[in-house]
């Protein structure tokens, strides 16, 4: 059934767990982040980013419609979230639009501007009950340039979560957006001070370049919240690739990306149930 992304976070954040957001561009994508959080018996977040929207013609409704529709058919809570927000356009679409919770992204920004952004973004979001996130210190990779060295200073944090009233914060500890390999080392000691200094959860992106054994050690630090894209493109676009070598003959699209959407619930269901257990 469908759910709010508050709740998913909170109780997470209670039991020390987390729950992963999954991004998706495709009805595939959405049937198989399901369809793995339901073999990994585990509630998620479908979230839909601002480039999602862009692809999609700058429509945000197709994309929010069907993931209602396939949350609510769904054996597992599933929440619907707009990730990395900068439009405030877009933004103000996303309690119409049946989303529960919004990332809005001013990080690009310097503190003083991230923090006005973010503060009015607040505002409106309360307004409409939505849940909402922000980031300090920029993940980086968002347009290509990965800055796995960007560092979220934790009296800074402390700050801006107090002065924005932001419900999550999404940090730089070591990750970065699109890597196709998983290779990153994330500050755990970092993380700590980061979880001390504030009393909201810690969101960690770009968590497809992130080895197993260093999300479990970020939960266990204080992620609440796994934000996963890549890992189902990878799935995806390999899968299509094999299928198409195979069967050059193949006309019918549900063919291959079928072969894809069952790939893509494999990895779902992979790190769903890494981040569960732990
Ligand atoms: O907000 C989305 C995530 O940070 C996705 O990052 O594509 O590197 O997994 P990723
Ligand atoms: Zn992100």
Do not use: C
């Not at 059934?1 to 561009?25: C, G, K, M, W, Y």
């Not at 597992?76 to 933004?91: F, K, N, W, Y």
């Not at 890992?231 to 070598?245: E, G, S, Y």
């Amino acid at each position: 059934p469908l759910t709010t992304t508050a709740d998913l976070v909170t109780r997470a954040a209670q039991e020390r767990s987390a729950v992963a957001a999954f991004n998706i561009i495709t009805l595939e994508h959405i049937e198989a982040v399901v369809e793995g959080a339901e073999s990994a018996g585990a509630p998620v977040v479908l979230q839909v980013s601002e480039n999602a929207v862009k692809f999609r013609r700058g429509h945000v409704l197709p994309l929010a419609r069907a993931a209602l529709a396939v949350a609510g058919q769904a054996r597992v809570p599933v929440a619907l979230h707009l990730d990395h927000v900068r439009d405030d356009a877009l933004l103000k679409q996303a309690a119409d639009a049946g989303f529960s919770s919004v990332m809005y992204d001013a990080s690009h920004l310097p503190y003083d501007a991230n923090l006005a952004a973010t503060r009015a973004a607040v505002a409106w979001a309360h307004g409409q009950r939505l849940w909402i996130e922000a980031e300090l210190g920029e993940i980086g990779g968002k347009r290509g340039a990965h800055a796995p060295g960007v560092r979220t200073d934790p009296g800074e944090a402390r700050t801006f979560v107090a002065d924005s009233g932001v419900d999550a914060l999404a940090v730089a500890i070591g990750s970065t957006h699109a890597m196709t390999s998983r290779t990153a080392v994330l500050d755990h000691a970092l993380l700590k001070r980061l979880a001390l200094a504030v009393d909201v959860p810690l969101v960690l992106h770009g968590s497809s370049g992130v080895p197993d054994t260093e999300l479990t050690a970020a939960v266990a630090g204080g992620i609440a919240k796994v934000n996963v894209g890549t890992a189902l493109n990878i799935a995806l676009t390999d899968a299509v690739r094999v299928h198409l070598d195979e069967h050059p003959d193949v006309v019918d699209a549900r063919a291959y990306l079928g072969a894809g959407r069952e790939a893509m619930a494999r990895a779902v269901a992979r790190i769903v149930g890494g981040i569960v257990r732990g």
